[in-house]
């Protein structure tokens, strides 16, 4: 049963557009995080947010900005997409961020032409 | 620094066959382990995870891993396959601090 909910599946959109995805956690989590799946499966942590606040802020460029209202909410806004952006981004919550089993949404599918 | 490493990108078993998919991590603290499978188009779902104590666990649909201290390890193992277990499975290391670590994962190929 799906309790991370992303939208859109898929998006289309050309280079230097912005898009914006959302996600959405009903588990009741604290803990939400953004990831990027490239084309050969390779995960990488993006942003982890704990009860609004950013924790975790990996080497991703300044066009990509997470967006928490509250703590069941995590969107991902990208200012000016570059086709190196392509990729699947993937949402997960977890109770906390210590060794906790994390719950993943199924991704939203984004190609930059 | 932490990593994780799945020497082999791409396993093909026969159906019914058993399977061992390797895993090896490198971190000096106490390392949180855990195995997710990921089936096409969807997002990862976790099979078990190792915290401490026996370190043979048993996760969803058959699936066991073990863990070894010693040869810092976390193979992931099943006595026989169904062709639905292809799938692209990741081994995952938590270092605290909110930050987990992925292998490259291992694309399982079930054949007939």
């Known amino acids: 049963e799906t309790a991370v909910f992303q939208t859109p599946n898929y998006h289309v959109t050309q280079v230097g557009n912005e898009v914006s995805f959302n996600c959405k956690q009903t588990?009741?989590?604290?803990?939400m995080y953004w990831y990027k799946q490239d084309s050969k499966k390779l995960l990488k942590i993006m942003f982890s947010?704990?009860?609004?606040?950013?924790?975790v802020n990996e080497t991703v460029p300044r066009r990509f900005s997470p967006q928490s209202s509250d703590k069941a909410h995590l969107n991902l806004r990208i200012k000016s997409v570059e086709p190196e952006d392509s990729a699947v981004y993937l949402c997960?919550?977890?109770?906390?961020?210590?060794?906790?089993?994390?719950?993943f949404g199924p991704g939203t599918r984004l190609l930059v032409l | 620094a932490q990593s994780v490493t799945q020497p082999d990108a791409r396993v093909t078993v026969s159906e019914g066959a058993s399977l061992q998919l390797r895993c090896k991590y490198s971190y000096s603290g106490t390392p949180y382990l855990f195995w997710y499978v990921q089936y096409p188009r969807q997002g990862l779902q976790l099979l078990l995870k190792y915290y401490s104590g026996d370190p043979v666990v048993q996760g969803v649909n058959g699936f066991e891993a073990e863990f070894s201290k010693s040869n810092s390890s976390f193979h992931l193992r099943k006595a026989s396959v169904h062709w639905s277990d292809s799938a692209v499975y990741f081994c995952v290391l938590s270092t605290g601090n909110y930050k987990y670590v992925f292998g490259a994962g291992t694309r399982l190929k079930v054949i007939a």
């Open positions: 588990l009741g989590h604290d803990t």
């Open positions: 947010y704990n009860n609004k606040q950013l924790i």
């Open positions: 997960a919550s977890s109770h906390g961020g210590n060794q906790d089993t994390q719950y």
